[in-house]
């Protein structure tokens, strides 16, 4: 269970292929590159599943949204980061501890698991626990740091407003980007 009151991050895109708003669950998937979505094949808009991937600190979501080419960049597809606090608790699924175990996998699925199979589970997971609103793993990218994907039923849980929402490309961030960067052995541009 995450309370009440804990502060999610998220980063998020407003441009590109596939605009977002900070709040927004994506209904397209499954997506290749995500790890725990529950959508089901082929590929496209689906009315009942939406998935939103965020983490307890903003320097997991800037490692795990650019872990592919290892490039920060802050100005491609305007990338915002946002901060919000849960306005209820959320139950969710911990595959951080044992559970994974005794359901026959191992905490691998947060990590180096194929996605295809990590998303096949998660569909299974949505299914078989119509209470949870979600998933807590560890961050594969940020030195196993706590991340969350929820599934649509979490919407409620969400804000009204957010409570810190910057452009990537804001001069606030520069700093932290930088140390960030430099710290993952990322590029900045």
């Known amino acids: 269970m995450v309370p009440e009151g804990t502060t999610l991050w998220r980063l998020y895109f407003r441009g590109g292929e596939h605009p977002s708003a900070w709040n927004e669950f994506r209904r397209f998937g499954p997506l290749a590159t995500a790890r725990f979505d529950h959508h089901t094949m082929p590929r496209r808009e689906q009315d009942r599943r939406a998935i939103l991937y965020a983490a307890t600190k903003g320097t ?32 969710l699924l911990d595959l951080t501890g044992l559970w994974p175990t005794r359901a026959g996998a191992s905490t691998a699925i947060s990590s180096s698991e194929a996605r295809s199979r990590t998303r096949h589970w998660s569909r299974n997971m949505w299914r078989a626990y119509p209470d949870i609103v979600g998933l807590s793993y560890a961050s594969s990218m940020h030195g196993h740091d706590p991340a969350v994907a929820l599934y649509e039923r979490a919407k409620s849980s969400l804000p009204e407003s957010p409570s810190l929402h910057l452009p990537l490309s804001h001069r606030r961030l520069s700093l932290p980007l930088r140390n960030l960067a430099d710290k993952l052995g990322y590029d900045l541009v």
């Open 60 to 91: 997991v979501c800037v490692a795990e949204v650019f872990q592919e080419m290892r490039i920060i960049d802050r100005h491609s597809r305007d990338p915002w980061l946002v901060a919000f606090a849960l306005r209820s608790d959320v139950a």
